[in-house]
């Protein structure tokens, strides 16, 4: 089974990987220097083991249209979804080096010093992390041009990042 990455909106910007456990995200601390977009920024960050290639965003929209616009992925490129929280997910894509398995560095931080609030919801086994004070998801930056989000007219999005 593919450990597609999802993140998603549902009031609050939601983030799981099919299969596996996250749970690091809900350590929050300072930022380290070369652990993320934003050192000293509250956050938490993990390793999120696949190999990328496609970063996926669907825009649903208010009247049940929807657009799907395909990214492609390589090492070292970046992605952020921002929320209307200020809340942000960023993700750094990482080879295989030595003994650790290629993956998306993937951090929650707060601009402005507020604090990523992170839950942790488990339905069948699955669990998935919930950033209480995010709100819904504004845009998606990186690789490429950005996606912006019209909350007039967009109800829902999500962003998977799929394997190869």
Not at 37 to 49: I, L, Q
Not at 90 to 119: F, K, M, Q, R
Request: aromatic share 4%; net charge negative; hydrophobic share 40%.
């Amino acid at each position: 089974m593919a450990a597609e990455i999802v993140i998603d909106d549902g009031g609050s910007t939601r983030i799981k990987q099919l299969g596996k456990r996250l749970d690091s995200l809900l350590d929050i601390n300072s930022i380290a220097v070369g652990t993320g977009p934003e050192p000293g920024a509250p956050g938490s960050n993990v390793k999120a083991f696949g190999d990328f290639v496609t970063l996926r965003v669907i825009v649903i929209t208010n009247d049940g249209g929807s657009t799907t616009t395909d990214k492609p992925l390589a090492v070292g490129d970046t992605f952020q979804v921002v929320s209307r929280g200020e809340q942000r997910i960023h993700g750094l894509i990482v080879a295989a080096v030595g003994g650790v398995a290629a993956h998306c560095l993937c951090t929650i931080y707060g601009i402005s010093n507020v604090e990523p609030i992170i839950s942790a919801k488990q339905t069948n086994g699955q669990r998935r992390y919930v950033v209480e004070n995010a709100g819904r998801i504004k845009k998606v930056m990186g690789p490429g041009a950005d996606i912006d989000l019209n909350p007039d007219t967009d109800a829902y999005a999500t962003v998977i990042l799929k394997e190869a």
